[in-house]
T-cell receptor
Framework: DVKVTQSSRYLVKRTGEKVFLECVQDMDHENMFWYRQDPGLGLRLIYFSYDVKMKEKGDIPEGYSVSREKKERFSLILESASTNQTSMYLC??????????FGPGTRLTVT | QKEVEQDPGPLSVPEGAIVSLNCTYSNSAFQYFMWYRQYSRKGPELLMYTYSSGNKEDGRFTAQVDKSSKYISLFIRDSQPSDSATYLCAMISNFGNEKLTFGTGTRLTIIP
């Protein structure tokens, strides 16, 4: 069974704080993704990575950065959290883009 | 106009009914069509995928693609309360470094 784990289920941060969201997968997948999910807007891709140290911008990269130093780990960084970044953050991994395996999500609240 | 349109619902049907979930899209380059199921407070999981036009069946689930109409459907037969979830359609044009384009999801409740 593919397992994608995320470091926290719930997170509350203050405006201006630096926030790290960690994602780990155990299936040796090349591709990893970070999405945010908001009511009425669905899943929106923030960044993805198809190899170690490689990254590609998704649809909404502004205000975010990512790091992939090891194949199994993909981190999302909010350099200076803002209230409009309050959302559900989902990490996914895949060998093929169509079959993405998602983690349970991190619900981030920025106050 | 969004590339993929999906009615958000909510949709409530009695147990045992046939459920029809649909998406329309505008990008004719899409070739691969997926349905993901997302239970409350969980991440989405892939239910089925289909290449190009046609039908695909897996147990109580049938996925249909009509590329001429740019319309895809997911049918659930003999619906069960455990089918209550949000269903998201997703599409991709090829398997290179393309990204999936998701619908916003339809929330489905099966009433016992």
């Amino acid at each position: 069974d593919v397992k994608v784990t995320q470091s926290s289920r719930y997170l509350v941060k203050r405006t201006g704080e630096k926030v790290f969201l960690e994602c780990v997968q155990d299936m040796d997948h090349e591709n990893m993704f970070w999405y945010r999910q908001d009511p009425g807007l669905g899943l929106r891709l923030i960044y993805f990575s198809y190899d170690v140290k490689m990254k590609e911008k998704g649809d909404i990269p502004e205000g975010y950065s990512v790091s992939r130093e090891k194949k199994e780990r993909f981190s999302l960084i909010l350099e200076s959290a803002s209230t409009n970044q309050t959302s559900m953050y989902l990490c996914a991994s895949s060998r093929h883009h169509y079959e993405q395996y998602f983690g349970p999500g991190t619900r981030l609240t920025v106050t | 106009q969004k590339e993929v349109e999906q009615d958000p619902g909510p949709l409530s049907v009695p147990e045992g009914a046939i459920v029809s979930l649909n998406c329309t899209y505008s990008n004719s380059a899409f070739q691969y069509f997926m349905w993901y199921r997302q239970y409350s407070r969980k991440g989405p999981e892939l239910l089925m995928y289909t290449y190009s036009s046609g039908n695909k069946e897996d147990g109580r689930f049938t996925a249909q693609v009509d590329k001429s109409s740019k319309y895809i459907s997911l049918f659930i037969r003999d619906s069960q309360p455990s089918d209550s979830a949000t269903y998201l359609c997703a599409m991709i044009s090829n398997f290179g470094n393309e990204k999936l384009t998701f619908g916003t999801g339809t929330r489905l409740t099966i009433i016992p």
